[in-house]
C-alpha cells in the first residue's frame, strides 16, 4: 500500500505510530459510546428500571461478539483513512471532474469498504437493539400450516441502513474534503483539542445521520424490493404475507423503527468520525525536528534536510509548521539556525531553509503569473492565426507545466493538477478543464481519458501559456535571482531556469484545418445544455486550487520573516544580510502577484461557511490567509528594520514599494 | 516630603488573594500610597510633564505647542445623533399582528431563538391550540427557572447586554460616555475613536479626510484596537459580533462601505466587551461575559477555535503581553486566567474580594500589574525564565505582590476637601514602561470624590520600583473616562485621556528612557527582591530632587 513510501523514515517512525495511537484510542473510546448508544437504544420513558435491566442483561457472548466485530471496524476505518488523508485538497473545479473523483477506482474500493463496514455496524446494531430486529429469518407460518424460515424485514432494514450511511459517508467525503487534514492556528494539547472538538462531533453526527436516514427512507420506499426479494432468492426465504411490507408508507410512520433507525446512524457516524478526529489531531501534532543533528547518520532527519525532500507532503508540512513555530518562540534554537559549520564557517543551515522558503514563494508566485496571463489571454477574443501559430508548438507543451515549475516541484500532485486545471479552465474553452495529465489523480481513470484526450489535444491554453508577457517576465526573474547569486546565497532554483523553451514554426495548413475542426466541434457542444452544466467551471474553485498547498507558504512566510526579526538582535555573523535583499524582492514579487490575483473575479468572493459538517473547509479561505500572511511578514520586516532598509540593494521598483510599506500605506 | 517604604509580611498579601500553594518567605513591598503625591491644584489643567515635574495651567490652549503633539478633539454631546431605543423594544408596536400565528412564530424563532419562539406561542394562546401554547408555557417556566438558578450562580448573566458592556468595560460609566472607545495605531499617529451614536471616526494627523465607519451590526462599541503590523485592520467588539475593518490609507473615501468589514460572530459569543490582538498580529482573541469560552480568531480565515474553561462564567477582560507570551483574561467570578500562548494552557488565579477589574503588561512581558474590584491595591505577579525555552517551560509566579496601596486620601483645596483613591477603573502602562497611569472610579454621588487619573513613575532595571509622578486634572467638571498611551512616542509618553466632556486631550510626558531601546523579544530577567533595598535609597534622592 506505501510503495513510494515505504523508504521514508518518517512515515514508518512517526505517521505510522501516530495513527496506530488514534485508532488505539478509538477503540478505547468504543465502550462508553457502546454503552451510551445501549441506553439510549433502549430507553423507554414509562419503565425506566426495565431500561437499566434490559441493558445489562445484554453482556452477553453474542454481544461480545458485535463488539469484538465493531472494535475490527474501528480499526478498518482508521485504516483507510492512513491510506486516504491528505494535507492537500483535491478541488474540483467543475462537475465532471467531481465526477471522475466520485468514479475513480481508487476511491470506488473506499466506498466499498466503507458500504461493507457499514453492514457490520448495522448488524451490530440490530442485534443490540434485539427484539424484533434481532435475526434475519424467523419461523413463520405459511397459509398451509406447516413451519418455515421468514425473511425479518426489520433486521434487513438495519443491514442496509448501515450500507447505504456508508457508502454516503464516502460519498459526502469526497465532495467535501473530508479526507484533507489541516492545521491549527493554535497548539493546543491533544486532550484539549479532543474535548473541544467533542460537542462538533456529536452534532455533525446527530445532524448526518438525520438527513442520511430521511434519504435512506425515501430510496427504500421506492427501491427496498430489489434487495428483499434478492435475499429472499439466495437465503431460501419466505415472505411473510400476513406482516406490513416495510416499503410501504406505514413505515414512514413507525416512529420507534426511525428513532432507532436515527440512533444506529449517528452511532455509526459518531465511531468514525471520532476516530477520524483523533487521527487528525494525532497527526498534526507538531513534531520538533533537530535543526543541526549531532550524528551524521541522523543528518537526513534535520530540519533543513527535511524540508528539502518532496515526499511525503505531510513530512514538508511538519517541518515547516516546526519552522514556524521555532522562529517565534525558542531563541536557542534560532541561534542554532544562525549559526556557522563548524569547519568552514559556512551557514549551511541558515541557506538551506531560506533557500527552501524562498523557492517556495518563487513557485507560487510563477503558478499565479501563468494563471493570470492565461485568464488574461483568454479573457480576449483570439484572433485564428495567432491561436494556429501556437498549436505548432504542440508536442513541446505536453508538459506545460514545465516552464512553470521547471524544479522537481515539491508538490507533485495538487500544482499540476491545480494548474492545469484552473489555467484550462475559463469559460472560453470549457472542454478542457477537467482532466490533468497526473497519474495519481482521480482524473486517470483510463476510460474518460481517452475519451477526452483529444479534444484537450487541440486546446488552445498551451500555447497560451507561453504568451509574450511570460517572455517578457522571465528576464526580469532571472534578474533578480543573479542578484542573488551575487550576494552569495543558493539560489531559488525555479527562478534561474531560462525561459520557455520553444521555437515557433509557421503555421501549417493541418494545423490551422485542426484549429477549425475545433472551434466548430466546441460550439457545437456548448449549446447542450447537460454537457454545459458538467463542464461549467464553478466560481472560485479554480482560486482554491491555485492556492490549495499554502498553509506551506504561509508557513514559510512567517518562518522567514520571524528569523529575519530575531536576527535583528540575535544574528551575530550577519548571516541574514546577505539573505535580506532576496526575501525582501521574493516577498515584494509575490505581493504583487496575489494583489493581481484578488482582482480577478470571484477571487475576493468569500465562501459560505458550513458549520454543522466533519468537512475542514480551512483550504476554502487558505488564499485570504496568505494574503494576510505576506503583509504581516513584510510589515514585520520593514517595522524591524526600520530606515535601515535603504541601505538594502534592490530595484527601484521594489523600493517604491517598500517605501509605501515603511510609510504604513498598504 | 518623603516616601516610606513599608515591610509586609506576604501572607498578609494572602489574606487578599488566595495563592495556589507554594509558600515565599518575607517580601520587601515597597508601599507608594497617594498621600506622598504632589498635592492636586484644583481648577487647573494638567498640560505636560517636564523636568520631572507635572506642568499645569488655567486652559488648555497654554500648552507649550509642539507638532508632535496631535491636536486635541472635541465631540459635544449634542452634535451626535443618537439612535431612537433599540429596536426590541419598539418592535411590538411595528409588528403586523394579523399574520398568522406559523409566520410569527418563524420570525419569534429568527430574532429570539427558542425562548422567543415559546414565548410568542405562549402569548397568542387565543390562535395556537391550547395544549401547545400549555405546554410552551411550561417550557418556558422551566428554562426561566433553569436561568434563574443559573443567575444565582453567576449573577451577572441576568443583566441586559448594555448593562454588561457597562459592568465590565474599561471605560469609566460606559453608557453615558460620549467617547466609547479609543485606540491608537501601534506604528503610525493615527487613532480610532468610537462615539456614542456608534460611528467611529478615524483620524490621521497627516491627512485631511477622517473616515467614519458605520454598519448595520455595529452596535454598543464596547473597544476597538488596531491589527498590530498591518496599516488598514481595525477590530471593533459590538454587542453581537466583531467587526473588522480594512480601511485602506490611501483611500479618499470618507464613508468606507460596510462590504469593507468582516463579521466575525459565534453562536452565543455576545455581547463582546473585550479584545485583543496579538503582538505579531497573526491572530485576535475575543471575550464575553456570557461565554466561557475564549475565541481565538483566525481573522483572515473567518475561523474561530474556542479555548473553553469550566469556572468563572465567561471571560471580560483581555490583555494580550507585548512580548506576545502571556494573555491575562479576568472572569466576571474572582477569578483570573494567565494563559501562555505556547500551547495555551492555563493558570488558575483566584481572588478572594472580587473580580480582577484591570490588569497591564510591563513591555517585556515580565510583570503583570492588575487590580481587583473591591480593594485599593495593585498586584504585580512576576514571571520569570524565558517563556521561549523549549523544555526547561517557563517558571510562572508563586504569589501576587501589593505594589502600591491606593487608599482614600484627602487633600485640602481652596474649593474644601477632596478624596482622591479607591478603587481602581483601570490601568495602564507606557510602551516604555516608565509611567503607569491609574484611573480611579471616584464616587459619582459624592461631589468631593471625583473620578481622577494618578501617574505613576515607574522603573523595572534593576529593580521594580513605583513613584509618585501626579495626578492629572481636566477642565473643571470634566471627568476623565477613559485612558491610552501612545504606543511610539519618541520624547517619552504620551497619555491620551477622554472626559466626559466629549472632549480628547493629550498630555505628554517628557523624559529621557532609561532603558534606552523600546522592548526586546527577550527581557533580562529581573533581579532576586533581596537587593531591593540599596537601590530604593539611590532613587529616594531623585524623588526628593523632585520635590524640591
Given at each position: 500500500?506505501?510503495?513510494?513510501?515505504?523508504?521514508?523514515?518518517?512515515?514508518?517512525?512517526?505517521?505510522?505510530?501516530?495513527?496506530?495511537?488514534?485508532?488505539?484510542?478509538?477503540?478505547?473510546?468504543?465502550?462508553?459510546?457502546?454503552?451510551?448508544?445501549?441506553?439510549?437504544?433502549?430507553?423507554?420513558?414509562?419503565?425506566?428500571?426495565?431500561?437499566?435491566?434490559?441493558?445489562?442483561?445484554?453482556?452477553?457472548?453474542?454481544?461480545?461478539?458485535?463488539?469484538?466485530?465493531?472494535?475490527?471496524?474501528?480499526?478498518?476505518?482508521?485504516?483507510?483513512?492512513?491510506?486516504?488523508?491528505?494535507?492537500?485538497?483535491?478541488?474540483?473545479?467543475?462537475?465532471?471532474?467531481?465526477?471522475?473523483?466520485?468514479?475513480?477506482?481508487?476511491?470506488?474500493?473506499?466506498?466499498?469498504?466503507?458500504?461493507?463496514?457499514?453492514?457490520?455496524?448495522?448488524?451490530?446494531?440490530?442485534?443490540?437493539?434485539?427484539?424484533?430486529?434481532?435475526?434475519?429469518?424467523?419461523?413463520?407460518?405459511?397459509?398451509?400450516?406447516?413451519?418455515?424460515?421468514?425473511?425479518?424485514?426489520?433486521?434487513?432494514?438495519?443491514?442496509?441502513?448501515?450500507?447505504?450511511?456508508?457508502?454516503?459517508?464516502?460519498?459526502?467525503?469526497?465532495?467535501?474534503?473530508?479526507?484533507?487534514?489541516?492545521?491549527?492556528?493554535?497548539?493546543?494539547?491533544?486532550?484539549?483539542?479532543?474535548?473541544?472538538?467533542?460537542?462538533?462531533?456529536?452534532?455533525?453526527?446527530?445532524?448526518?445521520?438525520?438527513?442520511?436516514?430521511?434519504?435512506?427512507?425515501?430510496?427504500?420506499?421506492?427501491?427496498?424490493?430489489?434487495?428483499?426479494?434478492?435475499?429472499?432468492?439466495?437465503?431460501?426465504?419466505?415472505?411473510?404475507?400476513?406482516?406490513?411490507?416495510?416499503?410501504?408508507?406505514?413505515?414512514?410512520?413507525?416512529?420507534?423503527?426511525?428513532?432507532?433507525?436515527?440512533?444506529?446512524?449517528?452511532?455509526?457516524?459518531?465511531?468514525?468520525?471520532?476516530?477520524?478526529?483523533?487521527?487528525?489531531?494525532?497527526?498534526?501534532?507538531?513534531?520538533?525536528?533537530?535543526?543541526?543533528?549531532?550524528?551524521?547518520?541522523?543528518?537526513?532527519?534535520?530540519?533543513?534536510?527535511?524540508?528539502?525532500?518532496?515526499?511525503?507532503?505531510?513530512?514538508?508540512?511538519?517541518?515547516?509548521?516546526?519552522?514556524?513555530?521555532?522562529?517565534?518562540?525558542?531563541?536557542?534554537?534560532?541561534?542554532?539556525?544562525?549559526?556557522?559549520?563548524?569547519?568552514?564557517?559556512?551557514?549551511?543551515?541558515?541557506?538551506?531553509?531560506?533557500?527552501?522558503?524562498?523557492?517556495?514563494?518563487?513557485?507560487?508566485?510563477?503558478?499565479?503569473?501563468?494563471?493570470?496571463?492565461?485568464?488574461?489571454?483568454?479573457?480576449?477574443?483570439?484572433?485564428?492565426?495567432?491561436?494556429?501559430?501556437?498549436?505548432?508548438?504542440?508536442?513541446?507543451?505536453?508538459?506545460?507545466?514545465?516552464?512553470?515549475?521547471?524544479?522537481?516541484?515539491?508538490?507533485?500532485?495538487?500544482?499540476?493538477?491545480?494548474?492545469?486545471?484552473?489555467?484550462?479552465?475559463?469559460?472560453?474553452?470549457?472542454?478542457?478543464?477537467?482532466?490533468?495529465?497526473?497519474?495519481?489523480?482521480?482524473?486517470?481513470?483510463?476510460?474518460?481519458?481517452?475519451?477526452?484526450?483529444?479534444?484537450?489535444?487541440?486546446?488552445?491554453?498551451?500555447?497560451?501559456?507561453?504568451?509574450?508577457?511570460?517572455?517578457?517576465?522571465?528576464?526580469?526573474?532571472?534578474?533578480?535571482?543573479?542578484?542573488?547569486?551575487?550576494?552569495?546565497?543558493?539560489?531559488?532554483?525555479?527562478?534561474?531556469?531560462?525561459?520557455?523553451?520553444?521555437?515557433?514554426?509557421?503555421?501549417?495548413?493541418?494545423?490551422?484545418?485542426?484549429?477549425?475542426?475545433?472551434?466548430?466541434?466546441?460550439?457545437?457542444?456548448?449549446?447542450?445544455?447537460?454537457?454545459?452544466?458538467?463542464?461549467?467551471?464553478?466560481?472560485?474553485?479554480?482560486?482554491?486550487?491555485?492556492?490549495?498547498?499554502?498553509?506551506?507558504?504561509?508557513?514559510?512566510?512567517?518562518?522567514?520573516?520571524?528569523?529575519?526579526?530575531?536576527?535583528?538582535?540575535?544574528?551575530?555573523?550577519?548571516?541574514?544580510?546577505?539573505?535580506?535583499?532576496?526575501?525582501?524582492?521574493?516577498?515584494?514579487?509575490?505581493?504583487?502577484?496575489?494583489?493581481?490575483?484578488?482582482?480577478?473575479?470571484?477571487?475576493?468572493?468569500?465562501?459560505?461557511?458550513?458549520?454543522?459538517?466533519?468537512?475542514?473547509?480551512?483550504?476554502?479561505?487558505?488564499?485570504?490567509?496568505?494574503?494576510?500572511?505576506?503583509?504581516?511578514?513584510?510589515?514585520?520586516?520593514?517595522?524591524?528594520?526600520?530606515?535601515?532598509?535603504?541601505?538594502?540593494?534592490?530595484?527601484?521598483?521594489?523600493?517604491?514599494?517598500?517605501?509605501?510599506?515603511?510609510?504604513?500605506?498598504? | 516630603?518623603?516616601?516610606?517604604?513599608?515591610?509586609?509580611?506576604?501572607?498578609?498579601?494572602?489574606?487578599d488573594?488566595?495563592?495556589?500553594?507554594?509558600?515565599?518567605?518575607?517580601?520587601?513591598?515597597?508601599?507608594?500610597s497617594l498621600?506622598?503625591f504632589?498635592?492636586l491644584?484644583?481648577?487647573?489643567?494638567?498640560?505636560?510633564?517636564?523636568?520631572?515635574?507635572?506642568?499645569?495651567?488655567?486652559?488648555?490652549?497654554?500648552?507649550?505647542?509642539?507638532?508632535?503633539?496631535?491636536?486635541?478633539?472635541?465631540?459635544?454631546?449634542?452634535?451626535?445623533?443618537?439612535?431612537?431605543?433599540?429596536?426590541?423594544?419598539?418592535?411590538?408596536?411595528?409588528?403586523?399582528?394579523?399574520?398568522?400565528?406559523?409566520?410569527?412564530?418563524?420570525?419569534?424563532?429568527?430574532?429570539?431563538?427558542?425562548?422567543?419562539?415559546?414565548?410568542?406561542?405562549?402569548?397568542?394562546?387565543?390562535?395556537?391550540?391550547?395544549?401547545?401554547?400549555?405546554?410552551?408555557?411550561?417550557?418556558?417556566?422551566?428554562?426561566?427557572?433553569?436561568?434563574?438558578?443559573?443567575?444565582?450562580?453567576?449573577?451577572h448573566?441576568?443583566l441586559?447586554?448594555?448593562d454588561m458592556i457597562t459592568e465590565f468595560s474599561q471605560v469609566l460609566n460606559w453608557p453615558d460616555c460620549?467617547v466609547r472607545a479609543?485606540?491608537?495605531?501601534?506604528?503610525?499617529?493615527?487613532?480610532?475613536?468610537?462615539?456614542?451614536?456608534?460611528?467611529?471616526?478615524?483620524?490621521?494627523?497627516?491627512?485631511?479626510?477622517?473616515?467614519?465607519?458605520?454598519?448595520?451590526?455595529?452596535?454598543?462599541?464596547a473597544?476597538?484596537?488596531?491589527?498590530?503590523?498591518?496599516?488598514?485592520?481595525?477590530?471593533?467588539?459590538?454587542?453581537?459580533?466583531?467587526?473588522?475593518?480594512?480601511?485602506?490609507?490611501?483611500?479618499?473615501?470618507?464613508?468606507?462601505?460596510?462590504?469593507?468589514?468582516?463579521?466575525?460572530?459565534?453562536?452565543?459569543?455576545?455581547?463582546?466587551t473585550s479584545?485583543?490582538?496579538?503582538?505579531?498580529?497573526?491572530?485576535?482573541?475575543?471575550?464575553?461575559?456570557?461565554?466561557?469560552?475564549?475565541?481565538?480568531?483566525?481573522?483572515?480565515?473567518?475561523?474561530?477555535?474556542?479555548?473553553?474553561?469550566?469556572?468563572?462564567?465567561?471571560?471580560t477582560f483581555?490583555?494580550?503581553?507585548?512580548?506576545?507570551?502571556?494573555?491575562?483574561?479576568s472572569?466576571p467570578?474572582p477569578?483570573?486566567?494567565?494563559?501562555?500562548?505556547?500551547?495555551?494552557?492555563?493558570?488558575?488565579?483566584?481572588c478572594?474580594k472580587g473580580r480582577c477589574q484591570s490588569g497591564c503588561?510591563?513591555?517585556?512581558?515580565?510583570?503583570?500589574l492588575f487590580s481587583v474590584q473591591g480593594e485599593t491595591v495593585i498586584y504585580?505577579?512576576?514571571?520569570?525564565?524565558?517563556?521561549?525555552?523549549?523544555?526547561?517551560?517557563?517558571?510562572?509566579?508563586?504569589?501576587?505582590?501589593?505594589?502600591a496601596d491606593l487608599s482614600e486620601t484627602t487633600f485640602?483645596?481652596?474649593?474644601?476637601?477632596v478624596t482622591v483613591g479607591g478603587e481602581v477603573q483601570s490601568l495602564a502602562?507606557?510602551?516604555?514602561?516608565?509611567?503607569l497611569a491609574v484611573l480611579f472610579k471616584g464616587d459619582p454621588q459624592a461631589a468631593n470624590k471625583p473620578a481622577i487619573v494618578a501617574v505613576f513613575?515607574?522603573?523595572?532595571?534593576?529593580?521594580?520600583?513605583?513613584?509618585?509622578?501626579?495626578f492629572v486634572q481636566g477642565?473643571?467638571g470634566a471627568e476623565p473616562r477613559l485612558m491610552q498611551?501612545?504606543?511610539?512616542?519618541?520624547?517619552?509618553?504620551?497619555l491620551?485621556l477622554c472626559w466626559s466632556t466629549?472632549?480628547?486631550?493629550?498630555?505628554?510626558?517628557?523624559?529621557?528612557?532609561?532603558?534606552?531601546?523600546?522592548?526586546?523579544?527577550?527581557?533580562?530577567?529581573?533581579?532576586?527582591?533581596?537587593?531591593?533595598?540599596?537601590?530604593?535609597?539611590?532613587?529616594?534622592?531623585?524623588?526628593?530632587?523632585?520635590?524640591?
Open positions: 500500500m506505501f510503495s513510494t513510501e515505504t523508504s521514508c523514515w518518517f512515515i514508518r517512525k512517526v505517521i505510522c505510530w501516530r495513527a496506530a495511537a488514534s485508532i488505539a484510542w478509538s477503540v478505547l473510546l468504543l465502550p462508553p459510546t457502546t454503552a451510551v448508544f445501549v441506553l439510549l437504544s433502549k430507553f423507554s420513558l414509562l419503565q425506566p428500571i426495565q431500561t437499566i435491566s434490559e441493558c445489562l442483561s445484554l453482556i452477553s457472548a453474542s454481544s461480545i461478539f458485535s463488539f469484538i466485530l465493531l472494535g475490527g471496524v474501528i480499526v478498518m476505518v482508521g485504516f483507510l483513512i492512513l491510506e486516504y488523508y491528505t494535507v492537500i485538497p483535491t478541488i474540483a473545479c467543475s462537475k465532471i471532474a467531481l465526477l471522475s473523483q466520485l468514479l475513480h477506482p481508487r476511491q470506488f474500493i473506499n466506498s466499498i469498504g466503507h458500504c461493507l463496514m457499514g453492514v457490520i455496524v448495522g448488524w451490530c446494531c440490530a442485534v443490540t437493539i434485539g427484539h424484533r430486529y434481532k435475526m434475519l429469518g424467523r419461523p413463520c407460518k405459511i397459509s398451509d400450516g406447516y413451519s418455515q424460515m421468514c425473511l425479518n424485514e426489520h433486521h434487513l432494514i438495519f443491514l442496509l441502513a448501515g450500507a447505504f450511511v456508508g457508502f454516503s459517508h464516502s460519498l459526502l467525503g469526497v465532495i467535501h474534503n473530508i479526507n484533507y487534514i489541516s492545521f491549527q492556528i493554535v497548539q493546543q494539547h491533544k486532550y484539549l483539542r479532543f474535548k473541544g472538538s467533542l460537542p462538533l462531533v456529536l452534532k455533525c453526527s446527530a445532524t448526518q445521520a438525520f438527513y442520511s436516514v430521511r434519504n435512506y427512507i425515501v430510496v427504500y420506499f421506492f427501491l427496498g424490493y430489489i434487495p428483499k426479494t434478492w435475499v429472499c432468492k439466495t437465503l431460501n426465504l419466505q415472505l411473510e404475507g400476513s406482516v406490513h411490507p416495510l416499503d410501504s408508507i406505514a413505515v414512514l410512520l413507525d416512529l420507534s423503527l426511525l428513532y432507532h433507525l436515527w440512533i444506529s446512524a449517528t452511532f455509526l457516524l459518531f465511531t468514525w468520525y471520532i476516530t477520524l478526529l483523533l487521527f487528525r489531531i494525532f497527526v498534526t501534532e507538531v513534531y520538533t525536528f533537530p535543526v543541526q543533528s549531532t550524528f551524521t547518520e541522523d543528518s537526513h532527519q534535520s530540519l533543513p534536510k527535511v524540508l528539502t525532500d518532496k515526499q511525503p507532503m505531510i513530512l514538508k508540512f511538519l517541518a515547516l509548521q516546526d519552522l514556524a513555530l521555532l522562529s517565534q518562540h525558542s531563541p536557542s534554537r534560532r541561534s542554532e539556525v544562525f549559526s556557522l559549520s563548524q569547519p568552514g564557517g559556512h551557514p549551511h543551515n541558515w541557506n538551506a531553509i531560506s533557500g527552501e522558503c524562498l523557492s517556495l514563494l518563487a513557485a507560487l508566485t510563477q503558478r499565479l503569473a501563468a494563471y493570470h496571463e492565461t485568464v488574461a489571454t483568454n479573457g480576449r477574443a483570439k484572433s485564428l492565426s495567432s491561436g494556429s501559430e501556437r498549436i505548432t508548438s504542440e508536442p513541446s507543451s505536453t508538459g506545460t507545466e514545465d516552464p512553470m515549475s521547471p524544479r522537481p516541484v515539491f508538490l507533485m500532485k495538487t500544482p499540476n493538477i491545480a494548474f492545469a486545471r484552473s489555467v484550462g479552465g475559463s469559460s472560453q474553452s470549457p472542454l478542457t478543464i477537467p482532466f490533468t495529465p497526473d497519474l495519481d489523480s482521480p482524473f486517470a481513470s483510463p476510460a474518460l481519458r481517452r475519451l477526452i484526450a483529444p479534444v484537450e489535444q487541440c486546446s488552445p491554453w498551451h500555447g497560451t501559456v507561453q504568451s509574450p508577457h511570460i517572455m517578457r517576465r522571465a528576464p526580469k526573474l532571472w534578474s533578480t535571482s543573479t542578484d542573488l547569486q551575487v550576494n552569495g546565497s543558493p539560489p531559488p532554483s525555479p527562478a534561474t531556469v531560462p525561459g520557455p523553451k520553444q521555437e515557433i514554426s509557421k503555421p501549417s495548413f493541418l494545423a490551422q484545418f485542426l484549429q477549425n475542426r475545433k472551434e466548430q466541434v466546441k460550439h457545437f457542444l456548448a449549446k447542450r445544455v447537460l454537457i454545459m452544466y458538467l463542464f461549467n467551471k464553478l466560481p472560485e474553485a479554480s482560486s482554491q486550487a491555485l492556492f490549495a498547498d499554502s498553509q506551506a507558504h504561509i508557513w514559510a512566510l512567517e518562518g522567514l520573516s520571524y528569523l529575519v526579526q530575531a536576527s535583528f538582535t540575535e544574528d551575530q555573523f550577519g548571516v541574514v544580510q546577505t539573505t535580506l535583499p532576496s526575501i525582501l524582492s521574493s516577498m515584494l514579487l509575490l505581493q504583487e502577484a496575489v494583489d493581481r490575483h484578488f482582482k480577478l473575479p470571484h477571487a475576493s468572493s468569500k465562501p459560505v461557511r458550513s458549520t454543522s459538517s466533519m468537512e475542514d473547509s480551512t483550504y476554502k479561505t487558505l488564499r485570504f490567509a496568505l494574503r494576510a500572511t505576506l503583509k504581516t511578514a513584510i510589515y514585520r520586516i520593514t517595522t524591524t528594520f526600520g530606515d535601515h532598509l535603504n541601505a538594502v540593494e534592490m530595484s527601484a521598483e521594489h523600493r517604491k514599494r517598500l517605501q509605501q510599506f515603511l510609510q504604513y500605506k498598504e | 516630603m518623603f516616601s516610606c517604604y513599608l515591610v509586609l509580611d506576604s501572607s498578609s498579601a494572602k489574606s488573594l488566595a495563592y495556589e500553594n507554594r509558600e515565599r518567605g518575607f517580601t520587601m513591598v515597597k508601599m507608594c498621600a506622598l504632589p498635592p491644584s484644583y481648577g487647573q489643567i494638567t498640560l505636560c510633564e517636564s523636568n520631572n515635574e507635572l506642568l499645569s495651567g488655567t486652559s488648555s490652549d497654554e500648552a507649550l505647542k509642539q507638532d508632535f503633539i496631535p491636536p486635541s478633539l472635541h465631540f459635544p454631546r449634542e452634535s451626535l445623533k443618537l439612535h431612537s431605543r433599540p429596536e426590541s423594544s419598539s418592535k411590538a408596536a411595528f409588528l403586523d399582528h394579523s399574520e398568522t400565528l406559523w409566520m410569527r412564530s418563524a420570525a419569534a424563532w429568527r430574532d429570539g431563538g427558542l425562548s422567543g419562539l415559546l414565548n410568542e406561542i405562549t402569548t397568542s394562546h387565543s390562535e395556537a391550540p391550547k395544549w401547545l401554547s400549555v405546554t410552551s408555557g411550561c417550557i418556558l417556566a422551566v428554562l426561566r427557572w433553569v436561568s434563574s438558578f443559573h443567575g444565582s450562580l453567576f449573577p448573566v441576568t441586559s447586554s448594555e460620549v479609543f485606540s491608537w495605531h501601534p506604528h503610525t499617529d493615527k487613532f480610532a475613536v468610537a462615539l456614542l451614536d456608534d460611528s467611529i471616526k478615524i483620524y490621521n494627523p497627516k491627512s485631511a479626510i477622517t473616515p467614519t465607519l458605520k454598519h448595520r451590526l455595529q452596535r454598543n462599541v473597544a476597538v484596537q488596531w491589527k498590530p503590523l498591518c496599516a488598514s485592520a481595525l477590530a471593533v467588539a459590538c454587542q453581537n459580533c466583531l467587526l473588522v475593518w480594512h480601511v485602506d490609507p490611501c483611500s479618499l473615501s470618507t464613508r468606507p462601505s460596510s462590504s469593507c468589514a468582516q463579521v466575525l460572530s459565534h453562536p452565543g459569543h455576545s455581547p463582546v479584545i485583543a490582538w496579538s503582538p505579531s498580529g497573526s491572530l485576535l482573541l475575543s471575550a464575553s461575559p456570557m461565554d466561557m469560552s475564549m475565541m481565538v480568531w483566525d481573522v483572515a480565515a473567518e475561523s474561530c477555535v474556542p479555548l473553553h474553561r469550566v469556572g468563572g462564567g465567561g471571560v483581555l490583555s494580550w503581553s507585548p512580548d506576545g507570551s502571556h494573555v491575562l483574561s472572569t467570578s477569578l483570573f486566567r494567565v494563559w501562555e500562548t505556547r500551547t495555551w494552557t492555563c493558570e488558575r488565579w483566584p478572594i503588561w510591563s513591555p517585556d512581558g515580565s510583570r503583570l504585580a505577579l512576576t514571571f520569570t525564565g524565558t517563556p521561549g525555552a523549549p523544555a526547561s517551560g517557563f517558571r510562572g509566579p508563586e504569589a501576587a505582590v501589593v505594589v485640602n483645596t481652596p474649593d474644601g476637601d502602562w507606557d510602551p516604555r514602561g516608565e509611567r513613575k515607574t522603573r523595572a532595571n534593576p529593580v521594580f520600583e513605583l513613584l509618585p509622578c501626579g477642565e473643571p498611551f501612545h504606543p511610539n512616542f519618541r520624547h517619552g509618553a504620551l491620551t466629549g472632549r480628547i486631550t493629550h498630555v505628554p510626558f517628557y523624559f529621557l528612557s532609561t532603558s534606552g531601546s523600546f522592548v526586546g523579544l527577550g527581557g533580562s530577567p529581573s533581579l532576586p527582591r533581596l537587593q531591593e533595598k540599596p537601590a530604593d535609597f539611590s532613587h529616594q534622592s531623585l524623588f526628593t530632587e523632585l520635590i524640591s
